[in-house]
């Protein structure tokens, strides 16, 4: 049996869960190859830190060897940081070996180029574990981008900040306290602000936007805001009209452009986010004639992120080019902006309100249920400038009474 030669670039959570996963499962492997699949070298970055490596695989600190070995078809890459990852890749790409990366903040940057270089080289790219772990979440847009056209995707995309907001909310404790939770969990890393500021979650969200939409917003136009904001005390009073905070990524076709978002909003128990609590992911893809699937599972951890490398290996083997991987079928939604919507604004003075915004009810000291646009919203920020406001996502079953309840001084 012809033999598929791998190298695993990085060692640590994910290089060393591939690196088992090819060992446990090989015979399903060459069953579906046809081929056995040998893990050939592994690159590390610190030669002392001991490792369980079998003494025949190649272990090295340089790269230019991995580079320069006899049969090499498959590189996993698993380290950190764009660099030098994003070169590595480059170089692999065009020496013809496939690619598979798991590396989000790199791919969010230059996974285009990368894209483009596999397709003139012949070559294919996997980045399957770069979005929501171990959630199959590329390889079911490639399979529904055949026919559907997506409209709109959202997710939860962070595990850490989902820990840490089902943790203020369950134990009523502060940020602070569930942040240090998720770290002595290993859930967040000593440095949280990739997590907890919402970086992770962009990035994960501008690679979606390319494979689903074919472009990105630009950046800097993205509203971005992570969950260091959101206090447990303002969490309770959601809480007494049915209400969830979540950290949520969306993503939406208006036709001309595409919009995105990551940051905190409000769900009901119809929301189909309202139960993914944890360290838990989950997608929900609404396109034109399957409407919405939701896809739920770990975004991180060892053997998941081994679980979306190891089909991403089976997928690169199996497919001649990149180009299958840059599918691009959309349909379009009205501009979001002008939608109306509820909304929980906190900070709100009600007697100085437009007469655009409907108060619905207010449900703490400042805090009110409105009804209102995003502009419309917008507008009220430039009068009212210390108010902050929560989209109330989904099918909202207010368990609000009427407008005549909202004491309007
Ligand atoms: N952890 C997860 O669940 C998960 C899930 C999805 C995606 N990812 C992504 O996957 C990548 C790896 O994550 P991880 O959790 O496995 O990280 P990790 O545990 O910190 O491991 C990183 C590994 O990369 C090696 N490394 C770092 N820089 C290197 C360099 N310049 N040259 C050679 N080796 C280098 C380190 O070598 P030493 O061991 O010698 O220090 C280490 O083995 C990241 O980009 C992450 O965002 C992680």
Redesign the pocket.
């Known amino acids: 049996m012809s033999v598929i030669k791998v190298a695993i670039?990085?060692?640590?959570?994910?290089?060393?869960?591939v690196y088992r996963t090819i060992q446990s499962h090989s015979d399903e492997l060459s069953a579906v190859l046809g081929k056995k699949v040998e893990v050939a070298a592994i690159?590390?970055?610190?030669?002392d830190?001991k490792?369980n490596i079998h003494d025949e695989v190649f272990v090295t600190?340089n790269?230019e060897e991995i580079l320069q070995l006899p049969q090499l078809d498959v590189v996993v890459?698993?380290?950190?940081?764009k660099e030098?990852?994003f070169t590595?890749l480059k170089n692999v790409i065009q020496r013809g070996c496939h690619v598979i990366?798991?590396?989000?903040?790199?791919f969010a940057h230059h996974g285009k180029e990368l894209l483009e270089l596999a397709e003139k080289n012949s070559v294919s790219v996997g980045f399957e574990?770069?979005v929501a772990?171990g959630i199959p979440v590329i390889q079911t847009l490639r399979q529904l981008l055949k026919i559907n056209r997506v409209q709109q995707i959202e997710g939860i995309l962070n595990g850490t900040s989902n820990f840490i907001l089902t943790e203020m909310r369950e134990k009523k404790q502060s940020f602070e306290e569930s942040l240090l939770q998720a770290q002595e969990n290993g859930y967040a890393e000593a440095n949280p602000t990739n997590d907890v500021e919402g970086f992770?979650a962009f990035y994960k969200t501008m690679i979606l936007s390319q494979i689903a939409f074919g472009v990105e917003p630009e950046w800097d136009e993205v509203e971005r805001e992570g969950i260091t904001s959101i206090t447990s005390e303002l969490m309770e009073t959601a809480g007494k009209i049915g209400l969830k905070f979540k950290h949520i990524a969306s993503l939406i076709n208006e036709g001309n452009q595409v919009k995105a978002s990551v940051k905190p909003v409000l769900v009901g128990s119809e929301h189909p986010f309202y139960h993914v609590e944890g360290v838990e992911n989950a997608v929900a893809v609404h396109s034109d004639l399957v409407g919405r699937i939701t896809l739920q599972g770990p975004?991180?951890?060892?053997f998941?992120?081994a679980s979306?490398v190891i089909e991403d290996l089976v997928y690169v083997c199996q497919s001649s080019s990149s180009k299958k991987l840059t599918v691009k079928t959309s349909s379009v939604l009205p501009n979001q902006h002008k939608k109306i919507k509820y909304w929980l604004v906190q900070g709100l003075i009600p007697h100085n309100c437009p007469p655009f915004i409907s108060l619905e009810e207010e449900i703490g000291e400042g805090i009110f249920v409105v009804k209102a646009s995003k502009d419309d919203l917008n507008h009220l920020e430039k009068q009212q400038t210390a108010i902050r406001y929560f989209s109330i996502e989904g099918e909202f079953q207010s368990k609000i009474v009427s407008k005549e309840s909202v004491t309007v001084n």
């Open positions: 670039l990085g060692f640590g959570t994910v290089g060393e869960g690159l590390i970055k610190n030669k830190r490792r600190t790269f890459e698993a380290i950190v940081d030098p990852a590595y990366t798991a590396n989000k903040e790199m574990a770069t772990g992770d975004g991180a951890g060892m998941p992120t979306a």
